[in-house]
């Protein structure tokens, strides 16, 4: 027996080996079936659906900057950008 005839005596053997053990299986399941006897479906309770209503939201006007907090920011900026060009 050649090799490649070997291999394939084994893979029919797997195949209906297989098919053997799943019509077992679905025996098995269709008597377990059986025996529970006529399955009973349970009613769906819907639910009632609540609707969100929107909460109006009031918008805040910005405040324009006096000169000293836009100096502030200025600096913080420039600082920034120093700290930045140093590290690289």
């Known amino acids: 027996m050649s090799h490649a005839s070997m291999l394939k005596a084994r893979r029919q053997h797997q195949k209906t080996k297989?098919?053997?053990d799943v019509a077992?299986?679905?025996?098995?399941?269709?008597?377990?079936?059986?025996?529970?006897?006529?399955?009973?479906?349970?009613e769906k309770v819907?639910?009632?659906?609540?609707?969100?209503?929107?909460?109006?939201?009031e918008k805040v006007k910005k405040v324009k900057l006096t000169k000293e907090e836009l100096g502030r920011q200025?600096?913080?900026?420039s600082s920034a950008g120093a700290g930045k060009k140093g590290a690289s």
């Open 18 to 20: 297989k098919l053997l």
């Open 24 to 42: 077992a299986k679905q025996a098995k399941r269709l008597a377990k079936q059986a025996l529970a006897g006529p399955a009973v479906k349970k």
């Open 46 to 57: 819907k639910k009632e659906k609540v609707k969100k209503e929107k909460v109006k939201t």
């Open 74 to 77: 200025d600096a913080k900026k």
